[in-house]
């Protein structure tokens, strides 16, 4: 079995994997990072979006040897100890999430699209996010937040 | 009112380990030594099952163990029960053949579990899965209600009574229906589908059944809405495992709908074979898999008639409906079409004499039970699409004809003829709120600026009343239902004052550890930062009803307030002592137990102290100890009801379809969290809109299922909705003492007909009556371009 080598949210990390294994599986059950969820097996839903060398990436897409020597960032790298990150507080005020089940890939997507837009429009929110699908809030809160997140963000940099 | 209690917009307690991605979802889960399964299941819609060859499988790589129906049976593993008994029109059981936990004799539809492989990985068990040897001998199918009912139709369950149909009940006056009808000045028609749907919650069903064989305690994780249902079902009648030996725990879960309610072959699998194997067992559902075997909703296929006289009041209704179930009865389903249908057909209307019939019907497709809503999105969707209808016909105004009909607001509590006591309501609130909200009057301007661009706008208004909480028990258990309605909260104050409730509710996404917390906060003085919210387990929890149709505020809320009613009861009683006062005499308000007429007081937490070091305690006649439990069985369902006004844009080169506006004005009750409830509108109205322009579950005649991933089932998506306009106009419930109703399925029930009713007026110039939900852009294409308009007729 391949050795596959990363760093995930600043750790260098390996592990021993099958060739057909996806980041997302690695992830979740050989690093026990289980912040990433699996909500669909078509590349639809994004509920497991990270960035990788800062692009986010539907890690379900993706085999873990293909992110050899990569820098990847998930959900759980996100806040600074007990402190969110601007992205993830903008969804707390705003009632971004309900069964929280599609937020992880939600947050992590949202916060590539703030580092290219800091002051997105609804439609652009809307446009941007059509790769995350979310059942519980109608997207109306996360469209709230995001914009107050990317906002949030821009005045923090 | 305390600063986080009852109305406070608090933001949510449980959002930090969901964002930080440290939620406890099922399949977060890993048990030591655990083995994982892989179910094989039906590529057939129908067919005979042969012999099953395992010997190839259980030689490969890391298979633990491979098991079939055959190995279930002996070890006498029951079939999965239904637990609501409907009874036909002559007073005849329905007809309620058994439903295996793994296919026996025959498979019944697309997804019906054959076999499971269990081994050291998932991958391993998937492997060994494709080495099994499966007899299966193809016999005809049918998915759709009207082929079932054919002569000569194939019998999804050989030796039924009465071919496929399960039941054929009905409700109300068919003679005062039928003088209605001789009287009628006109009679508005309507034949209409109301699509079947797949819920999609966004966490994929998953379980693990582990077995202690040094105690013979069971444990099952679960992806469930009802921990403690599942525990009774698949205890007493799968698995014949007392429920002092099993223990179900439904963590984190993401998201239900409905489609967590029920008990699935997958739970009793996984903890069976855990005691088989040894070792726990875990199982995750794949995104097709989850469209195979998650219960679908709706699938209604109905006829109906309004009489109206000349004035436009109506006079009668009748309905005559066709519900498809699926291959087998799931837990709640015949239900549905029953007692949370046919008995909201008067709507908020006056409508004197109603008549409904329903024919259960098998097929070879997934079962159907309950989709947020449950039977009350049909109840509504086509009596709205009816009324407008009827509008057309007396040539009324859409508004007009609506409050000619409302049931007045100083009628209630008003008794429908079809058996409901709606006990409070405002509908001319909810309506004159929605159409300021939405700018109905400045439409036709819009509707002309929009035409000017060469789109086509139209505006659709829907008013409802659903019922929530089912109850009461004696009354549901009359109707048919084979378990409680009741709902049960355990207050434990801590000797230092904090306190943590455990209520048999379950949340998905709700956000009961905030709502349950302000309940708390507001009436013991308390922070939230001291108060926790404990539900999933059933080794915590005393018992409960789990959560669905709206319940857990207007019943386990309840529940909460009358446990607290004994919490501060037993509170006073220990002031009363400590402060050498009266019991009469002791006040209690923000957090702080006085003598009335004094300036002695204690603080809650020293009376909780005193409870849990009884030094100075009236110990001959109160027990020490702060810690009560309540169960809370409703007088009556909850009725909140509303109007949703939806506006939308037709683009007639491309057909598509885009909702510019909507509005949702609601009555919900008292609102404790006007952001989780808004949360809750919103929510709903997008499944709603979802139903009306995006989402079919589509079989074909053989049963094949044509939408069975993300990339065919059309799931709404942020660029396909709008952001909504969204407000309460609240009347109380006046049997509960919140005075709350429940939020959770009216965006769904309001918003479909407002949506189509807006579609069929956008296209009025097209001759279009009627358009079948998902209205797509193929088939208004088709209405717009190529004068096929019967089509869509």
Redesign the interface.
């Known amino acids: 079995m391949p050795k596959v080598s990363m760093t995930v949210n600043g750790k260098s990390v390996s592990a021993e994997v ?1 060739s ?1 294994t996806l980041l997302v599986q690695m992830l ?1 059950d050989k690093l ?11 590349s ?2 994004g ?1 497991c979006v990270v960035h990788v060398d800062g692009k986010s990436v539907k890690s379900c897409t993706m085999l873990a040897v293909q992110a050899e020597g990569a820098k990847v960032t ?3 790298g ?2 600074t100890g ?1 402190e ?1 990150h601007p992205m ?1 507080a903008a ?3 705003h ?1 971004g ?8 890939g939600m ?1 992590m997507s949202a916060v590539e699209l703030a580092k290219h837009n800091s002051n997105p429009s ?1 439609h652009d ?3 941007w ?2 790769g ?12 709230k937040s995001v914009q107050a997140g990317a906002k949030a963000m821009a005045a923090a940099k | 009112m305390a600063v986080d209690g009852i109305g406070a917009a608090v933001r949510r307690k449980e959002d930090f380990r969901f964002l930080t991605g440290r939620g406890n979802y099922t399949d977060d889960i890993d048990r030591p030594n655990q083995t994982h399964a892989y179910i094989l299941r039906s590529q057939s819609a129908h067919a005979r099952l042969g012999k099953i060859d395992a010997s190839k499988a259980l030689k490969a790589p890391g298979v633990v163990a491979v098991f079939t129906g055959a190995d279930l049976a002996a070890d006498n593993v029951g079939g999965l029960p239904c637990g609501w008994g409907i009874k036909n029109k002559d007073g005849s059981a329905m007809h309620e053949p058994p439903h295996p936990v793994l296919a026996v004799g025959k498979v019944r539809h697309v997804g019906d579990p054959i076999a499971v492989v269990i081994a050291e990985t998932l991958a391993q068990a998937k492997d060994a899965a494709e080495l099994l040897k499966v007899e299966l001998s193809d016999l005809p199918a049918i998915s759709q209600v009207r082929d079932a009912i054919k002569p000569g139709a194939p019998v999804v369950h050989d030796g039924g009574p009465n071919g496929n149909i399960s039941f054929d009940w009905h409700i109300g006056d068919a003679d005062a229906v039928a003088a209605a009808f001789k009287k009628a000045h006109k009679v508005a028609k309507i034949d209409l589908v109301n699509n079947r749907l797949v819920a999609n919650a966004m966490e994929p069903r998953a379980a693990i059944g582990e077995f202690d064989r040094a105690t013979g305690d069971y444990t099952l994780y679960t992806t469930s809405q009802n921990p403690h249902v599942i525990r009774l079902l698949m205890g007493a009648f799968v698995l014949h495992i007392p429920e002092a030996k099993l223990r179900v725990f439904a963590p984190d879960v993401g998201g239900g709908f409905g489609s967590k309610i029920y008990h699935y072959a997958e739970e009793a699998l996984v903890t069976w074979a855990s005691a088989k194997v040894g070792r726990p067992v875990k199982w995750t559902a794949e995104r097709s898999e989850s469209f195979l075997s998650d219960a679908h909703g709706r699938d209604h296929v109905s006829h109906a008639e309004l009489a109206l006289d000349k004035d436009g009041k109506f006079l009668a209704l009748k309905v005559s409906t066709l519900s498809n179930m699926g291959a087998y009865l799931s837990t709640f389903a015949p239900a549905i079409p029953t007692y949370l249908y046919a008995t909201l057909l008067a709507g908020v209307y006056t409508t004197p004499a109603i008549y409904a019939e329903v024919k259960a019907i098998f097929t070879n497709t997934v079962p159907v039970d309950a989709y947020r809503g449950a039977g009350r999105p049909e109840a509504a969707f086509l009596l709205e699409r009816l009324v407008d209808i009827a509008a057309a016909e007396m040539g009324m105004d859409r508004v007009e004809i609506r409050k000619r009909n409302f049931i007045p607001t100083n009628a209630f509590p008003y008794q429908t003829p079809v058996a409901l006591q709606y006990d409070s309501g405002d509908y001319f609130a909810t309506l004159d709120g929605a159409l300021k909200l939405s700018e109905y009057s400045g439409f036709e301007a819009r509707r002309a600026e929009a035409k000017k661009r060469g789109k086509l706008r139209g505006i659709g208004i829907s008013t409802y009343v659903e019922a929530c909480g089912i109850a009461p028990s004696n009354i549901a258990g009359a109707l048919g239902a084979r378990a409680g309605l009741f709902e049960c909260a355990n207050v434990r104050v801590h000797p230092t004052g904090s306190v943590t409730l455990f209520t048999g509710c379950h949340s998905h996404g709700q956000g009961h550890e905030t709502t349950y917390a302000q309940l708390i906060a507001e009436r013991l003085g308390i922070g939230l930062d001291q108060i926790e919210v404990s539900h999933g387990d059933t080794n915590k929890i005393p018992f409960g009803m789990g959560t669905y149709g709206s319940r857990s505020l207007a019943v386990g809320g309840t529940a909460v307030v009358k446990a607290l009613d004994k919490i501060v009861a037993k509170a006073k009683k220990i002031a009363a002592h400590l402060m050498e006062a009266a019991e009469a005499d002791i006040e209690f308000k923000d957090g702080k137990f006085t003598v009335a007429g004094t300036d002695k007081s204690k603080a809650f937490g020293e009376i909780a102290l005193t409870a849990y070091v009884p030094h100075n305690f009236p110990l001959e006649t109160l027990e020490p100890g702060l810690d009560e439990t309540a169960f809370y069985d409703p007088k009556n369902f909850t009725f909140p009801g509303g109007a949703h006004i939806c506006e939308v844009e037709i683009d007639p080169d491309t057909g598509v379809t885009k909702v510019v506006n909507f509005t949702a004005v609601d009555d919900v009750g008292r609102v404790i969290n006007p952001m989780i409830v808004e949360g809750q509108v919103h929510g709903g109205v997008a499944q709603g809109i979802g139903q009306a322009l995006l989402e079919n579950c589509n079989y074909d005649d053989s049963g094949q299922l044509r939408s069975g991933s993300y990339m065919d089932y059309t799931m709404p998506r942020a660029d396909d909705l709008p952001s909504f306009k969204v407000a309460t106009a609240i009347t109380l419930c006046t049997h509960n003492p919140l005075g709350v109703k429940g939020v959770g399925e009216v965006g769904a029930i309001g918003s479909p007909p407002a949506v189509i009713n807006a579609v069929v007026d956008a296209l009025k110039d097209y001759g279009v009556r009627h358009i079948d939900m998902p209205a797509t852009p193929q088939k208004i294409w088709a209405i717009c371009n190529s004068g096929r308009r019967a089509a869509a007729e």
Do not use: S
């Open positions: 099958e057909r979740r026990g990072m289980t912040g990433t969820h699996v909500g669909c097996d078509t639809q839903c509920a998930t959900i759980e996100l806040a007990n969110l993830q969804f707390k005020e009632h999430l309900q069964c929280g089940f599609c937020t992880p947050v609804e929110v809307r446009e996010l059509e995350n699908i979310c059942r519980c809030t109608g997207y109306h809160n996360i469209v």
